[in-house]
């Protein structure tokens, strides 16, 4: 495999009610990877409407994100912000990989029959056929790493599986038009940190959830100082006292998940809040998790309300994002065309 650009792309639903799991397990990442890659961060409304979205609403959560983007420290002069669907070539790309991908393949995806449920001759082709899209939304940059969560890695595996049987079917094509080896890079998943799955603060075994029907599950980047401090001193504990160690902490999940979110918020690792908070009552290490939880997140979510209030600016960082990811995607997918053997304008 030849050697590709490094270059970090992904993408944020517009689902509505951004949470700390995806401040912790996704935009938190976002902020700190700009510093030392290329990044191009992607709302990916194409995405959302696999299942039915009121069309106001959707608007409003597609600016949504952004601000949170914005507001949590994602510089969009350094790094590409944009909204899916004002890329074309991520939906034409997608075609080209529907017709590389295998059925076999899709028909593997857990993620579908999880949200398919026992309904699903009434689900959606877009929800079926999803895991192609983000092949597509990755491989339109040619991305070679992927900032995802666990139960997004099969799905980074479909794309590897699509972009090696690419090589391979077109390996012919690609190397008399000068592009090597390989046109499409193996992605990478980036999987990692001391809060990668945030979970549930009513429930320690489930993932932290907007379709939650408890509010008290979830810390919304919105909320405010008191309700953030609400959620955090009723959350869900077991009797014992902290341990020293981190091993300590298995069959606990409610207190690793408690751990594991001050230890993210904290740049820390459990084993280091644990040196400090060892030994101590839920009570007390609930007391520093609120002042930690208000400090770091209070000044984002008064930031996402204000350039939430500034539907404007937000709509022109996304042009602007978009003409930029355009302008490496369009000669990509351009490429890619060729290799194909379709006749295309010049």
């Known amino acids: 495999m030849p050697a590709f650009k490094e270059l970090v792309f992904s993408g944020v639903q517009p689902t509505g009610n951004l949470h700390l799991g995806n401040y912790l397990g996704a935009i938190k990442r976002f902020v700190a990877m700009q510093a030392r890659s290329e990044c191009i961060y992607c709302v990916v409304d194409l995405h959302a409407i696999t299942l039915w979205q009121e069309p106001a609403e959707l608007t409003s959560q597609i600016r949504e994100v952004t601000a949170a983007f914005l507001a949590a420290g994602i510089d969009p002069a350094r790094s590409i912000v944009f909204n899916q669907s004002q890329v074309p070539q991520h939906a034409e790309l997608a075609w080209i990989f529907n017709c590389v991908a295998r059925l076999g393949w899709l028909n593997r995806m857990t993620q579908f029959k999880e949200k398919a449920g026992k309904d699903r001759e009434n689900a959606s082709v877009g929800l079926y056929d999803y895991p192609v899209l983000m092949a597509a939304d990755i491989l339109a940059y040619r991305a070679t790493h992927v900032p995802v969560g666990e139960d997004q890695k099969q799905h980074l595996e479909l794309t590897r599986d699509i972009a090696q049987k690419f090589n391979n079917d077109f390996a012919g094509a690609i190397a008399e038009q000068g592009h090597g080896e390989a046109f499409f890079p193996l992605t990478e998943p980036l999987i990692g940190g001391p809060a990668a799955r945030v979970m549930s603060l009513r429930d320690g075994t489930r993932k932290m959830s907007k379709s939650d029907p408890s509010d008290y599950s979830r810390i919304n980047l919105t909320d405010?100082?008191?309700?953030?401090?609400?959620?955090?001193?009723?959350?869900?504990?077991?009797?014992?006292?902290?341990?020293?160690?981190?091993?300590?902490?298995?069959?606990?999940?409610?207190?690793?998940?408690?751990?594991?979110?001050?230890?993210?918020?904290?740049?820390?690792?459990?084993?280091?809040?644990?040196?400090?908070?060892?030994?101590?009552?839920?009570?007390?290490?609930?007391?520093?998790?609120?002042?930690?939880?208000?400090?770091?997140?209070?000044?984002?979510g008064a930031e996402m309300k204000r350039l939430v209030g500034d539907p404007g600016h937000i709509d022109r960082v996304?042009?602007?994002?978009?003409?930029?990811?355009?302008?490496?995607?369009?000669?990509n997918l351009a490429a890619v065309k060729d290799i194909v053997g379709f006749v295309r304008r010049r």
């Open 318 to 331: 996304l042009a602007d994002g978009a003409a930029r990811a355009e302008a490496i995607a369009a000669p």
């Open 224 to 300: 405010d100082a008191d309700a953030i401090a609400q959620k955090v001193r009723k959350a869900k504990t077991d009797a014992e006292p902290l341990p020293a160690e981190a091993a300590g902490l298995d069959r606990r999940p409610e207190a690793d998940n408690l751990v594991g979110i001050f230890a993210a918020l904290n740049d820390a690792t459990r084993e280091e809040v644990l040196r400090d908070y060892g030994g101590a009552q839920f009570s007390a290490f609930k007391g520093a998790l609120v002042d930690l939880a208000v400090a770091k997140l209070g000044p984002i």
